[in-house]
Nanobody, 123 residues
Framework: QVQLVESGGGLVQAGGSLRLSCAASGRTFSSYAKAWFRQAPGKEREFVAA????????LYADSVKGRFTISRDNAKNTVYLQMNSVNPEDTAVYYC????????????????WGQGTQVTVSS
C-alpha cells in the first residue's frame, strides 16, 4: 500500500514559480512510476507530467513542456514538480499519483492518489 501526501501549493503571481512535493509512504516507493495530474473547477482531471521509477524516463503534457520539471528523490521517498513561468491557466488542484499499469497520461492507468494541493495563479 502506498500513501501520498502533496504539499507546496498556494497563491502565486503569473510569471512566478512554485515547487510541489509529494511524500510517499510504503517500502516499494522507489519501484513505482510517479505522476502529477491537475483538475480545474468544472474540468476533467488532466495529465501534467510523469517520471519512471529510475527517473530515466519523463513524460510531459504539451501545455507544460519547457515550464514544468518533474523529478524524484527515492532516498527521501519524494517526487517534485517545479513549476516556472506559471499562468492563470495553471490554476487547479494538483494531484500526485503512483504505480501505473501503463506509463501514460490516462488517469485510469494510475493506482494510488494523494488528496491534492491547490495552486492558484493570479494575473
Amino acid at each position: 500500500q502506498v500513501q501520498l501526501v502533496e504539499s507546496g501549493g498556494g497563491l502565486v503571481q503569473a510569471g512566478g514559480s512554485l515547487r510541489l512535493s509529494c511524500a510517499a509512504s510504503g517500502r516499494t516507493f522507489s519501484s513505482y512510476a510517479k505522476a502529477w495530474f491537475r483538475q480545474a473547477p468544472g474540468k476533467e482531471r488532466e495529465f501534467v507530467a510523469a517520471i519512471s521509477w529510475s527517473g530515466g524516463r519523463l513524460l510531459y503534457a504539451d501545455s507544460v513542456k519547457g515550464r514544468f520539471t518533474i523529478s524524484r528523490d527515492n532516498a527521501k521517498n519524494t517526487v517534485y514538480l517545479q513549476m516556472n513561468s506559471v499562468n492563470p491557466e495553471d490554476t487547479a488542484v494538483y494531484y500526485c499519483a503512483a504505480q501505473s499499469t501503463s506509463f501514460d497520461g490516462n488517469p485510469s492507468s494510475w493506482n494510488y492518489w494523494g488528496q491534492g494541493t491547490q495552486v492558484t495563479v493570479s494575473s
